[in-house]
């Protein structure tokens, strides 16, 4: 049966399928040896389908996981410049997943990696409205620091939504904030700290999509219960 290229190449768990229309941009996916274009379809079992130079392998087991991401780890399949990448941790999973968004290399907690491009999708749309909580470790606060940071809507020119910021402990210099946003832009929640003259010094996702990180240890994963795999889902429609 034929499908859109995109869905073919994240369902064959190479990568989202946000990638894989970059890949289809970049006339790095080939159909029946013809440089392929955005939209066009394909029937896996009639058609040769080549990306970065090798066939399209068929339809992986779909593998649904929770990491808690140390710091030091790059969100990245390949990256030469990286000393780690989170991919590292998750080896022994049984299949070739990839990070669904992004934690930089400096933050740690609740990363999601998958083969299921559906899934990917139903986390990073705008339109799924994906929450995600961080508890930030700051210094520097002072007591117009929280209502400052909710009432930022700019960053750099481009525009955000207000997050939900509360104060949960303060002691010794330093407060523990958390955050809760949807869009997660590029290194959002650092910049909006030093926007309101504050340091961070730890920031940890604790939850995303409504799924807690819970008492997962620090470089260790677990598979997504079906329950979790359904609330994640379920917000496509």
Known sequence: MEERLQKLIAAAGLCSRRTAEAWIQAGEVTVNGAAARLGDRADP?????????????GEAEKRYLML?????????LADPHAAHLVTELVAD???RVYPVGRLDVDSQGLLFLT?????AQALL???????????????????????R????????????????????????????LSFTIHEGK?????R????????????CRVAEAGIPLGTLREGAWRPLTQEEIETIMGKQG
């Open 93 to 95: 999973c049984g299949a």
């Open 68 to 76: 808690n991401k140390p710091r030091g780890y790059t969100c990245s």
């Open 149 to 176: 940071l909710q009432s930022l809507t700019e960053l750099d020119g481009e525009r955000i939504r207000p997050a939900r910021v509360r104060l949960l402990e303060e002691a010794g210099g330093r407060a523990l």
């Open 115 to 119: 083969n299921d491009g559906a899934f």
């Open 186 to 190: 590029k290194r959002q929640i650092r």
């Open 45 to 57: 079992e009639r058609d040769r389908i080549v990306v970065k130079g090798r066939p399209l392998p």
């Open 192 to 203: 909006m700290c030093a926007r309101a003259g504050l340091a961070v010094r730890r920031l």
């Open 125 to 147: 749309h705008p339109s799924h409205e994906a929450e995600k909580t961080y508890h930030v470790t700051v210094s520097g606060l002072r007591p117009e620091s929280v209502e």
